[in-house]
């Protein structure tokens, strides 16, 4: 166990959550939960806090495709929102998000819970950018309430600035895998269904006053660095995601293990000097990013 001193960054009481889907508009189960959830407030409103819902980039949706000019979760970086000669479609739509929920809004939320799927192996996992003990103990929580739970935290990677789930005090992405892009399956519909009203439940009793953790461990996977594929001269992908590393989110990768496979069927290897946990394998999203995948520190720390 690892001692890890979280910040002190703090919330009284929780008021304003925001539930977003189609962010990515090629993501399904965000966006029909969303709008599950437009059709039926009644489920959201058992709550000491209000909770709104919002279909974040609807072009992006009525198209099924990721996004139309430019990726709206990089889009939200306060330098981007206040440049009045950004025009494109997720620009001004960032800045009316900004407007509608961020810090500088007339009511700015406390908590985004932003749901996004993803075509690698992350199971039902929840991304925070920031360890404050806030956000520690929301997801050692989770982690108690199913241990199969991953917490993936970019602290190191930057996406505090620039990802839609940055204009809350806190904020969450919510990032299920494997699926398709443009694709639904039941079960993950209903587990992140179920992760928004465990979420949910929590932030009642944090209001409340009877949050109860039975531990206060958790196992965090920390982003490391990204790695691209093998590419030439000209750009082009020269090899691709070996084998026995597909779908192998968060299973350790040791120095020597195999990474990717030349389409003249030659192994090339993992070099570091460390063993890794990589994640986001694959991803069909990642690219145009030029990453193959993340490779990130497996920690188990007291919250
Ligand atoms: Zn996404």
């Not at 981007?80 to 739509?93: M, P």
């Not at 299920?176 to 079960?187: E, F, K, N, R, S």
């Amino acid at each position: 166990m690892r001692w890890q001193k979280a910040s002190t960054k703090c919330m009284n009481t929780v008021k304003q959550v925001a539930i977003v889907g189609g962010t990515h508009g090629n993501e399904m189960i965000g966006v029909e939960l969303v709008k599950k959830f437009s059709l039926h407030p009644d489920l959201l409103q058992q709550y000491s806090f209000s909770v709104q819902t919002l279909l974040a980039n609807p072009q992006a949706v009525a198209a099924r495709t990721r996004y139309v000019d430019r990726d709206l979760n990089r889009s939200f970086e306060r330098d981007r929102l206040q440049n009045q000669t950004l025009t494109r479609y997720e620009d001004r739509l960032a800045k009316q998000i900004d407007q509608m929920l961020g810090p500088y809004s007339d009511a700015p939320v406390d908590v985004i819970l932003d749901m996004h799927s993803t075509t690698s192996n992350l199971g039902l996992t929840l991304i925070i950018d920031e360890e404050n003990q806030f956000t520690l103990q929301l997801a050692s929580y989770l982690q108690q309430i199913n241990s199969s739970i991953k917490v993936y935290s970019t602290i190191h990677s930057g996406r505090r600035q620039d990802a839609l789930r940055s204009l809350a005090k806190f904020g969450f992405c919510l990032e299920v895998g494997p699926i398709a892009q443009g694709v639904l399956t039941a079960d993950l519909f209903q587990k992140t269904e179920a992760l928004i009203y465990t979420i949910l439940d929590y932030l009642e009793q944090y209001n409340r006053n009877q949050v109860s953790l039975l531990n206060r461990s958790l196992t965090v996977y920390r982003y490391l660095e990204a790695i691209d594929y093998p590419r030439d001269e000209h750009g082009e992908i020269q090899a691709m995601i070996h084998p026995q590393l597909q779908f192998r989110d968060y299973e350790a990768l040791h120095p020597g293990d195999s990474m990717f496979l030349t389409f003249e069927g030659e192994t090339i290897y993992y070099n570091g000097a460390a063993v890794v946990y990589p994640v986001f394998i694959n991803e069909a999203a990642y690219y145009e990013k030029g990453i193959a995948m993340c490779l990130t520190q497996k920690e188990n720390i007291i919250v």
